[in-house]
């Protein structure tokens, strides 16, 4: 099995920064795209920020210029560096991750971190 375990919410005033980080454990043999999600009061879960292993990014326009998501592929490890943060990123951030658990199959399966709050005080 994999697993995926988040750290790095909190509560934080508006105008200020947190740093998230996600950890993916396990049977894997190699992970495609890591990501961000969020989701909010009575809301969807939206993407906030990708990444694939050669370092491709892709950003909601919600929070361009003010994320940054990176990651360690050494570690199996996604970041994502929260700032200038605005009562509305208030939400529950799940990891999220493609891996590919067998040298022998190109297949992959999608895994969820168990979410981090974040909120955001005006």
């Known amino acids: 099995q994999v697993r995926l375990v988040e750290s790095g919410g909190g509560l934080v005033q508006a105008g200020g920064s947190l740093r998230l980080s996600c950890a993916a454990s396990?049977?894997?043999?190699?992970?495609?795209?890591m990501g961000w999600y969020r989701q909010g009061p009575g809301k969807q879960r939206d993407l906030v920020a990708a990444?694939?292993?050669?370092?491709?990014?892709n950003y909601a326009d919600s929070v361009k210029g003010r994320f940054t998501i990176s990651r360690d592929n050494a570690k199996n490890t996604v970041y994502l560096q929260m700032n200038s943060l605005k009562p509305e990123d208030t939400a529950v951030y799940y990891c999220?991750?493609?891996?590919?658990?067998?040298?022998?199959?190109?297949?992959?399966?999608?895994?969820w971190g168990q979410g981090t709050q974040v909120t955001v005080s005006s």
């Open positions: 990444i694939t292993s050669g370092g491709t990014t």
């Open positions: 396990g049977s894997i043999f190699s992970i495609n795209a």
């Open positions: 999220h991750a493609e891996v590919r658990r067998r040298s022998w199959s190109t297949s992959e399966d999608n895994y």
